[in-house]
Structure formats: structure tokens, C-alpha cells
């Protein structure tokens, strides 16, 4: 339980709290979060900003440390930018608890960029739908949920985007024809959203349009074909990333990069092995991750062993 010292520390608007000391609010118990709310919704608003804010990186920096409970609180706060890091500290939580909440989040009347935030959120679980790792209902959640704001052509665009993002890994005939036409709109964000939602499907029908705008002059859309090119893992997709790593724009370079440490093979571990030893400098790092990737997923226990 965090101490009564700690939540003095915390409630003092003066008061810097060390890093270490946010392991208090780890794991905290029903009781232990009542404790921490009590203080929690007594602090000013830059408070509560400076603190989850902290509380975020602190996570990302150590991994034991959960404060999945505080995060679950702050969904319903009413600070945007609170509720908005608190969508991002339950990225790696795969608690289906939270689903209701970022439904209501996306479904509110908050700003574009909170609920799409949610949209995003809510996209992981629709991965572990595709896995056969969550219920049926919450699967039905998910999908009505997420294609009410699809077909509700008065929702703002980048809302709808990131819906159809996260509802393709359900890949349905009729999320797939959003797909589609979302793919013929003149608005390159959404088409960009169009063709990383082809790669989330786990479609391999989609390969060749997504290696036809390998070619595209626009480096956003060359930069997305490649990615979902390495989320379908098509061994087919791989001699036409290989003109990736000559791209003008170094972000696409890095997409063809993760393309091929994902799709793996033969001719993607030769193609990284000769740009780690005659490619450019900037790239040799990525690429060396990139065969280290395909190595452990050919033989994780050889790869351990050589470690």
C-alpha cells in the first residue's frame, strides 16, 4: 500500500517525487487505489499531468512495474490530455476490462484526437480477436462499435481512419470492401490508413496492390505498403522491397528493412546480410536487428544458445 508519507509527497504541488518512488503505485489493490484516488482528485490539473505523464515513462523504462490500475481510473477523468495518457499506459494490457471503457472513450463527445486515440487502443484487442484470444461478445463489441463510426460519414476523418485501422484484423467481406474503398479516396491519410489495415487483415489477396504502390511517388504510401507487406510475411513480397533500401526517404528505407526481418527466407536474410556489409552506415544497425529477428524465429533455441 502506498505510505502515508508517499501520498503527503504526492498531494505537496512543491514536491518532486523521485523515480523509484513511483513503485507505490504498482499493483495496487481495490483498497490501495481508493487510498490513491482519495488524493488523486484532490491535486491540481498540472499535477495530475506531471505525474501520469512520469508514470507512463517510468513503465516503458521497467517492466515490473503495473500501474494498469491507476491507468483504468483516469479513462473516465476528465482532463483530455490525462485520459489520453492513460490510453497510452494500457497499451500492453490485454485486460478485456478496459474494452467498455475506451468504447465509451470513442463513442463520447471528446475530442477527435482522445477518441481516436481510443480507436487505436481498441485495435489491439481486435488482434487478439483474429488469435481466437478473446470472447465472443467482446468480439461483437468490437466489431459494432467500431464500424458504427465507420459508417457514420459525419465522424471526423481521422477518427474514422483509425476505426478502420483497428476493426480489420476481424476481416470480414464487409470491412474488407471498407478497405477497398477507403483505398480509392483522394485523402492520402486515409488511404495510407486503408493500406496498413490491409496488412492487419492477414489477407495475402492483398499482396499485389500493396506491391503495386511499392512504386507510389508518395513516400507515406510507399512507406505503409511496406509495412503491411511484412505484416502479411509473403516470401513473394520480398525482391520488391529489395528497392527499398535504396529509397530516397530514409523512413521508407527502414520500412523495407522491417519488411524483410519479418517476412524472413533465404533471399530477405542474403538481402540484409549484404546491406549490413555494403550498404549505407545508417542502416547497418536495423538491419543487423532485422537478421537477429529471423535467425531466432528460424531456430529460437539455437539463437539463445549463441547469445
Given at each position: 500500500m502506498p505510505s502515508d508519507l508517499f501520498l503527503e509527497t504526492l498531494n505537496d504541488e512543491t514536491a518532486a517525487i523521485p523515480v523509484a518512488e513511483f513503485a507505490e503505485m504498482s499493483d495496487l489493490s481495490p483498497s490501495e487505489l481508493g487510498e490513491f484516488a482519495r488524493v488523486w482528485f484532490g491535486m491540481e490539473e498540472d499535477r495530475q499531468r506531471n505525474i501520469i505523464t512520469a508514470m507512463v515513462e517510468a513503465a516503458e523504462e521497467n517492466a515490473e512495474l503495473?500501474?494498469?490500475?491507476?491507468?483504468?481510473m483516469?479513462?473516465?477523468?476528465?482532463?483530455?490530455?490525462v485520459l489520453e495518457k492513460a490510453i497510452e499506459g494500457l497499451w500492453e494490457n490485454e485486460d478485456r476490462s478496459v474494452i467498455p471503457s475506451l468504447d465509451q472513450v470513442l463513442h463520447s463527445d471528446r475530442s477527435p484526437g482522445?477518441?481516436?486515440a481510443a480507436a487505436v487502443a481498441l485495435g489491439k484487442f481486435a488482434v487478439l480477436a483474429q488469435e481466437g484470444?478473446?470472447?465472443?461478445?467482446d468480439v461483437n463489441t468490437l466489431h459494432n462499435s467500431l464500424m458504427a463510426v465507420l459508417q457514420d460519414l459525419d465522424q471526423p476523418l481521422e477518427v474514422r481512419r483509425r476505426s478502420l485501422e483497428a476493426?480489420?484484423?476481424?476481416?470480414?467481406?464487409e470491412i474488407r470492401s471498407l478497405v477497398s474503398e477507403a483505398f480509392e479516396s483522394d485523402d492520402l491519410e486515409l488511404k495510407s490508413s486503408s493500406i496498413f489495415a490491409m496488412g492487419r487483415t492477414g489477407e495475402p489477396d492483398w499482396l499485389p496492390l500493396l506491391i503495386q504502390e511499392l512504386d507510389s511517388p508518395e513516400p507515406s504510401i510507399r512507406y505503409e505498403s511496406a509495412h503491411a507487406c511484412g505484416e502479411l510475411a509473403e516470401e513473394d513480397a520480398v525482391p520488391h522491397?529489395?528497392?527499398?533500401?535504396?529509397?530516397?526517404d530514409y523512413q521508407v528505407q527502414l520500412a523495407g528493412i522491417n519488411a524483410l526481418g519479418k517476412i524472413g527466407g533465404d533471399l530477405a536474410k542474403k538481402v540484409l546480410i549484404n546491406c549490413i556489409r555494403d550498404g549505407d552506415a545508417s542502416l547497418e544497425d536495423a538491419a543487423k536487428m532485422e537478421l537477429e529477428n529471423i535467425e531466432f524465429m528460424e531456430d529460437p533455441l539455437g539463437f539463445a544458445s549463441g547469445v
Amino acid at each position: 500500500m502506498p505510505s502515508d508519507l508517499f501520498l503527503e509527497t504526492l498531494n505537496d504541488e512543491t514536491a518532486a517525487i523521485p523515480v523509484a518512488e513511483f513503485a507505490e503505485m504498482s499493483d495496487l489493490s481495490p483498497s490501495e487505489l481508493g487510498e490513491f484516488a482519495r488524493v488523486w482528485f484532490g491535486m491540481e490539473e498540472d499535477r495530475q499531468r506531471n505525474i501520469i505523464t512520469a508514470m507512463v515513462e517510468a513503465a516503458e523504462e521497467n517492466a515490473e512495474l503495473d500501474f494498469s490500475a491507476v491507468f483504468k481510473m483516469c479513462l473516465r477523468d476528465k482532463d483530455e490530455f490525462v485520459l489520453e495518457k492513460a490510453i497510452e499506459g494500457l497499451w500492453e494490457n490485454e485486460d478485456r476490462s478496459v474494452i467498455p471503457s475506451l468504447d465509451q472513450v470513442l463513442h463520447s463527445d471528446r475530442s477527435p484526437g482522445v477518441r481516436a486515440a481510443a480507436a487505436v487502443a481498441l485495435g489491439k484487442f481486435a488482434v487478439l480477436a483474429q488469435e481466437g484470444k478473446l470472447l465472443a461478445r467482446d468480439v461483437n463489441t468490437l466489431h459494432n462499435s467500431l464500424m458504427a463510426v465507420l459508417q457514420d460519414l459525419d465522424q471526423p476523418l481521422e477518427v474514422r481512419r483509425r476505426s478502420l485501422e483497428a476493426v480489420a484484423p476481424i476481416n470480414t467481406s464487409e470491412i474488407r470492401s471498407l478497405v477497398s474503398e477507403a483505398f480509392e479516396s483522394d485523402d492520402l491519410e486515409l488511404k495510407s490508413s486503408s493500406i496498413f489495415a490491409m496488412g492487419r487483415t492477414g489477407e495475402p489477396d492483398w499482396l499485389p496492390l500493396l506491391i503495386q504502390e511499392l512504386d507510389s511517388p508518395e513516400p507515406s504510401i510507399r512507406y505503409e505498403s511496406a509495412h503491411a507487406c511484412g505484416e502479411l510475411a509473403e516470401e513473394d513480397a520480398v525482391p520488391h522491397l529489395i528497392p527499398l533500401l535504396e529509397d530516397d526517404d530514409y523512413q521508407v528505407q527502414l520500412a523495407g528493412i522491417n519488411a524483410l526481418g519479418k517476412i524472413g527466407g533465404d533471399l530477405a536474410k542474403k538481402v540484409l546480410i549484404n546491406c549490413i556489409r555494403d550498404g549505407d552506415a545508417s542502416l547497418e544497425d536495423a538491419a543487423k536487428m532485422e537478421l537477429e529477428n529471423i535467425e531466432f524465429m528460424e531456430d529460437p533455441l539455437g539463437f539463445a544458445s549463441g547469445v
